[in-house]
């Protein structure tokens, strides 16, 4: 059961469901949380101090940040702390946090609609201004149109494009292939720098990443099981990558020059 979160110009959601009290903890669902919740009758001031309404009765509720997608549970101190700060923060402060915390070197990419739902309550007009902010105060840059990079932790700088493609396209199939592929191997020179190949179940299209490079998607009509058996999972790049031959075809399909193939080597491969 969701409460309703109290509105204001600063505020955020931070009540997301009910659990049920139990002598070892928190249970939501099939979770056990082992923390302390404060009696009913506290908790019951707290939700008519901040309007949230819904009825407490023997249900205790789960204070969580909707950012939080790991599912990071906090003690019963720090979840009313940052329950009753982050109420009067200023979102572009609300935003630092949330990000200071999630962000690694794993996760160091966010879409646009990762980044609303640390600010449910914002207007898209006060988001818009928001994310021109961050920008501005070096917190976030701009990979291309839909995905922000944060700039506060370390991440593999050369590996950008790959993440970034995996990021964009992650509901369709995609795997690296043609030059990409075959500059890797060794098969083929001379290749645009900061430029990755992908053929792609969704449309053709060149994504452009300022600085980072470019990201070209061609479009393919192949199932995954048409060509499972020469795919391997790039786990760096987080993506499917081609074998050589499936390259060369690919290469065939699309009409895409081969002239700088070493021919030589590729029969080494192959």
Not at 33 to 61: D, H, I
Not at 212 to 239: Q, V
């Amino acid at each position: 059961m969701l409460f309703r979160p109290y509105k204001s110009k600063n505020s955020t959601v931070l009540i997301l469901l009910y659990g049920s009290f139990t002598g070892s903890g928190l249970q939501v669902g099939k979770l056990t949380l082992p923390v302390s919740l404060p009696t009913e009758k506290n908790l019951g001031q707290m939700a008519r101090s901040y309007r949230l309404g819904g009825s407490v009765e023997r249900a205790m509720p789960a204070i969580y940040n909707l950012a939080y997608f790991t599912q990071q549970w906090y003690t019963q101190s720090y979840i009313f702390y940052h329950f009753v700060w982050t109420f009067s923060m200023q979102p572009i402060k609300q935003l630092s946090r949330i990000l200071d915390n999630l962000a690694d070197s794993d996760n160091y990419l966010f879409a646009v609609d990762d980044l609303r739902c640390a600010l449910p309550d914002t207007g898209s007009g006060a988001f818009k201004a928001l994310l021109s902010r961050a920008q501005k105060n070096n917190m976030l840059k701009r990979v291309c149109k839909g995905i922000y990079l944060f700039e506060r932790v370390k991440y593999p700088a050369g590996y950008v494009l790959f993440h970034t493609a995996a990021k964009l396209r992650s509901d369709t199939f995609n795997y690296l292939s043609l030059e990409t592929v075959l500059s890797d191997a060794g098969v083929i020179s001379q290749i645009p720098l900061h430029w990755i190949t992908l053929m792609s179940s969704g449309r053709s299209h060149i994504v452009e990443c300022g600085d980072y490079g470019h990201i070209e998607f061609i479009h393919t009509k192949r199932k995954p099981t048409d060509i499972a058996d020469r795919l391997t999972y790039d786990p760096e790049r987080r993506l499917w990558r081609a074998s050589v031959s499936l390259a060369l075809l690919d290469m065939k399909l699309t009409r895409r020059s081969t002239d700088l193939v070493d021919w030589s080597l590729v029969n080494e491969l192959v």
